[in-house]
């Protein structure tokens, strides 16, 4: 069956240490990936897309890696601060050329000062 | 830049009974999508529409729920009657027409806490 996993137990890190989150996928061949940020009450905030051909995104503190052999991608949040404690969602496409976006369940992310 | 308008942001209603949600998505935006978030998991993505039409509404539940986008802009949700597994966040996006190299970006709205008794 198709699935996208995300570690479910909370990643507790401190302050300035670089935070990792994975998000594996089986059975979907997906154009591209994206990361989301969400906290309490709202609704998710676009972080970063990485696309099937690129192997790695950089955006500030961000990094995002794709490996399509494996079938994962790692998100990255270096120099972490307080203010990143969040649920990072993973989201990819169905690689069917439909646009349809598949979510993950999302880790939450503390980071302690 | 306005953000993706939605309301009510909460409502509790009785099972059996019927609700509606409504979204104003950003201003240009071709592609709305309804994503249902239960608690601890993921959106769920219900109905996608492009413009005015449907482009995928696999997900959703269509003996008692259903979705309009009127003139390609505005959209509403209902669900009727309700059922106590609807308790959910329902949250609207929107984003440029991701076809023909568009922007795969999706902008969320505050999202609707439903609770159904």
């Known amino acids: 069956s198709q699935k996208i996993e995300q570690n479910s137990e909370a990643l507790n890190i401190q302050e300035g240490k670089t935070a990792t989150l994975t998000c594996n996928y089986t059975n979907y061949s997906p154009a591209y990936l994206q990361w989301y940020r969400q906290d309490p009450g709202r609704g998710p905030v676009f972080l970063l897309l990485?696309?099937?051909?690129?192997k790695e995104k950089r955006k500030e503190r961000l990094k995002v890696t794709f490996d399509t052999t494996l079938k994962q991608s790692l998100f990255h949040i270096t120099a972490s601060q307080p203010a990143d404690s969040a649920t990072y969602l993973c989201?990819?496409?169905?690689?069917?050329?439909?646009?349809?976006?598949?979510f993950g369940a999302g880790t939450r992310l503390f980071v302690k000062a | 830049e306005a953000g993706v308008a939605q309301s009510p942001r909460y409502k509790i209603i009785e099972k059996r009974q019927s609700v509606a949600f409504w979204c104003n998505p950003i201003?240009?935006?071709?592609?709305l999508y309804w994503y249902q978030q239960i608690l601890g998991q993921g959106p769920k993505l219900l109905i996608q529409?492009?413009?005015?039409?449907?482009?995928?509404d696999s997900q959703l539940p269509k003996d008692r729920f259903s979705a309009e986008r009127l003139k390609g802009v505005d959209s509403t949700l209902k669900i009727q009657p309700a059922k106590l597994e609807d308790s959910a966040v329902y949250l609207c996006?929107?984003?440029?027409?991701?076809?023909?190299?568009?922007?795969?970006?999706?902008?969320f709205g505050p999202g609707t806490r439903l609770t159904v008794t």
């Open positions: 201003s240009g935006h071709a592609t």
């Open positions: 989201a990819l496409d169905k690689g069917d050329g439909g646009f349809k976006t598949i």
């Open positions: 996006a929107s984003s440029l027409d991701p076809t023909g190299g568009g922007s795969y970006e999706q902008y």
């Open positions: 529409f492009q413009n005015n039409g449907v482009v995928d």
């Open positions: 990485i696309r099937e051909n690129e």
